[in-house]
């Protein structure tokens, strides 16, 4: 089994609803993503999934969230745009696209800040 990563990043405002702090009023973050996908096998190539191709899905996810203020996107209207929620609306964004009988998405991991992140496996 291969865990097959790639890592990009965005920059986005937002503003945490009834959170009680600083946090509820607006600001910015440059987010840094990481996605794994999970191979059970390698293709003629000798590969799980290729880079191109992962990183080409990703972008296209990610561009969505790139320089916008997420309270604003549909995604985060009755939402907190949280890191927590940013990972769940991108696992949900990437699963479909990346499931393959050989390769399947296995986790999203986000860091607000170089010292604090998450990662969520869906669900």
């Known amino acids: 089994m291969f865990d097959i990563f790639i890592k990009t990043h965005f ?15 607006p600001h910015g973050h440059n987010w840094k993503i ?27 996810a990610v561009d969505k969230l790139d320089h916008r203020d997420l309270n604003n996107l549909p995604a985060f209207k009755e939402i ?21 009988e050989r390769y399947s998405l296995y986790s999203i991991t986000i860091l607000e800040t170089d010292n604090s992140g998450l990662v969520y496996y869906g669900q």
Do not use: W
């Open 80 to 100: 907190n745009p949280s890191s927590e929620n940013i990972a769940r609306y991108l696992f949900a964004e990437l699963k479909q696209p990346l499931t393959h």
């Open 11 to 25: 920059a986005g405002a937002h503003h945490l609803r009834d959170y009680p702090g600083d946090c509820e009023n």
């Open 34 to 60: 990481k996605v794994t996908v999970r191979a059970t096998g390698l293709d003629e190539l000798g590969m799980g999934i290729d880079f191109k191709l992962l990183k080409k899905i990703v972008k296209e």
